[in-house]
């Protein structure tokens, strides 16, 4: 199930081709609190790390990911996943195929897919803000802003 979770978020056409990883983990924490997705992110446990929660199923379904080819981490400090175009739309057919037969399953994640999309852009936004030369405002530095 989780697979097809990471299929369905990671393949939309509006990600952009760099996810900062702690966005990833963060995004689906507060997801699986959500009683609509508590069923699809059932797998997920997660723990505190220094600065965002992390959740190991997650990090080895990624590895899988990366080590199908469908997506990589190309930082040395595996800050960023990055899905290429031909990629996500690889990962939007197998999806398909494996769930022609539940159109329900597949309207539930491509819910989810949205509603990830809208919550992993703070991260987004938020790891261009540090790279950048104006820097962070004081609420982003101890990360207390919550994603919307």
């Given amino acids: ?12 056409e509006a990600l952009p081709k760099r996810i900062p990883i702690k966005g990833i983990h963060s995004t689906f924490l507060e997801l699986s609190g959500m009683p609509k997705y508590g069923r699809l992110l059932s797998s997920l446990a997660f723990v505190m790390g220094p600065d965002v929660a992390v959740s190991e199923e997650l990090e080895t379904a990624l590895f899988r990911l990366c080590s199908c080819g469908l997506c ?4 040395p400090d595996f800050r960023y996943l990055r899905i290429e175009p031909e990629s996500r ?22 819910d989810l897919s949205k509603e990830f999309h809208q919550k992993v852009e ?4 938020y790891e261009e803000r540090k790279l950048s030369l104006r820097g962070l405002s004081a609420e982003d530095r101890d990360c207390g802003r919550k994603a919307p």
């Fill in 72 to 75: 990589t981490v190309d930082n």
């Fill in 122 to 125: 703070y991260w987004i936004e």
């Fill in 89 to 110: 739309t690889a990962m939007q057919r197998v999806l398909q195929r494996h769930l022609e037969s539940d159109p329900e399953k597949l309207k539930e994640l491509q």
């Fill in 1 to 12: 199930m989780l697979g097809d979770v990471l299929l369905a978020t990671l393949s939309a």
